[in-house]
């Protein structure tokens, strides 16, 4: 069977999860990837903020977590695919309403939905936790992964340090307001730790083992940015240059590398991965089919976004 996924006309990407409390790693990029997400201490506390009082409402565990200026990335696990929609839900709405009040923002803040990508086996999510570990490194922004002034979990899982933001209920300042009440600063604030999981290939590790995996992952990538950016090479921008980017301003080149349909090291376990999507796929698309025909009791496969109800034609005009 051919599927538009693999053709490149698919119009977005079916969510899929193939057994509960899967791990994924999630991503949302900005609009044009503009550096909306600049680091700044006020941008910060309140993207914890948001990600901490979203853990409280959806039960997904997070692990790691770094926030760049033009996007995001986490890994997280959840029983099911719309606890991860929920949360990213919760999170992209929010920050989107909070930085873009704070920037002057008026615009559509994300690009695109946020994605989502399966991971499949341990060298996988050792890869993909180097991947976000490397972040501020691998862009030559900075020397170190605990450097960068933006949102980051180095210093969470190779010291234990906390990670704290402000919540501000905006509906009970609204309804404050509107009731002629006199708000002051902070009067609806709420501090939220945005706590950290192990991940899971280390959850048979005490504490003091999670993180010294991690500071041995961290000190490789120091000394490979050392190599690439160290004296008589290339320069890194640096932290002062980070802090003072216009948030408005577009990266030169914005990444456009297409979403892989999962992460995995293992050939045949990726072919039966794919195998497994396009049978799902397949009976999402004839259920669609049939319900855009009209017809009712549609059975859709489990674990699924159903689309919209089919549209309800006019009948004739009733008499007299």
């Known amino acids: 069977m051919a599927l538009a996924l693999?053709?490149?006309?698919?119009?977005?990407?079916i969510r899929y999860m193939r057994e509960p409390n899967s791990t994924f790693e999630v991503t949302t990029r900005t609009l044009q990837e503009r550096f909306l997400l600049r680091p700044s201490r006020q941008v910060n506390d309140l993207i914890l903020g948001v990600i901490g009082r979203a853990l409280t409402l959806y039960p997904v565990l997070l692990h790691l977590l770094v926030v760049l200026s033009d996007h995001f990335h986490a890994l997280l696990t959840a029983a099911d695919m719309k606890l991860i929609s929920d949360f990213m839900c919760h999170v992209?709405?929010?920050?989107?309403?909070?930085?873009?009040?704070l920037h002057g923002?008026?615009?559509?803040?994300?690009?695109?939905?946020?994605?989502?990508v399966d991971i499949l086996d341990k060298e996988k999510m050792i890869e993909r936790t180097r991947y976000l570990l490397s972040h501020g490194c691998k862009e030559g922004l900075v020397l170190r992964p605990g450097d960068w002034p933006g949102v980051n979990c180095v210093d969470a899982v190779c010291r234990g340090k906390k990670l704290v933001g402000t919540w501000y209920d905006r509906t009970k300042e609204y309804e404050a307001r509107r009731a002629g009440k006199l708000c002051r600063p902070g009067q609806f604030a709420t501090k939220y730790e945005v706590h950290?999981?192990?991940?899971p290939i280390l959850r048979d590790l005490d504490v003091a083992e999670q993180r010294a995996w991690y500071r041995a992952m961290v000190a490789e990538i120091?000394?490979?940015t050392q190599k690439?950016?160290?004296?008589?090479?290339r320069r890194v921008l640096g932290v002062k240059a980070?802090?003072?980017?216009?948030?408005?301003?577009?990266a030169r080149k914005p990444k456009k590398s297409p979403r892989p349909l999962c992460h995995c090291s293992d050939p045949?376990?990726?072919?039966?991965?794919r195998d497994d999507y396009r049978w799902f796929l397949g009976l999402y698309r004839d259920a669609s089919r049939r319900l855009r025909r009209g017809e009712k009791n549609v059975k859709f496969p489990a674990g699924c976004f159903p689309p919209a109800l089919a549209f309800c034609a006019p009948g004739p005009d009733p008499p007299g």
């Not at 992209?92 to 009040?101: F, P």
């Not at 923002?105 to 989502?116: A, I, L, N, P, V």
């Not at 980070?242 to 577009?250: C, E, F, I, K, S």
């Open 92 to 101: 992209n709405s929010n920050i989107a309403r909070e930085i873009g009040k």
């Open 228 to 233: 690439e950016f160290g004296r008589g090479g």
């Open 222 to 224: 120091e000394l490979e």
């Open 268 to 273: 045949e376990q990726w072919k039966k991965y």
């Open 196 to 199: 950290l999981h192990p991940l």
């Open 105 to 116: 923002w008026q615009q559509k803040f994300w690009g695109k939905r946020f994605t989502d």
């Open 6 to 13: 693999f053709s490149g006309v698919m119009p977005r990407h």
């Open 242 to 250: 980070v802090l003072g980017q216009d948030p408005h301003r577009r």
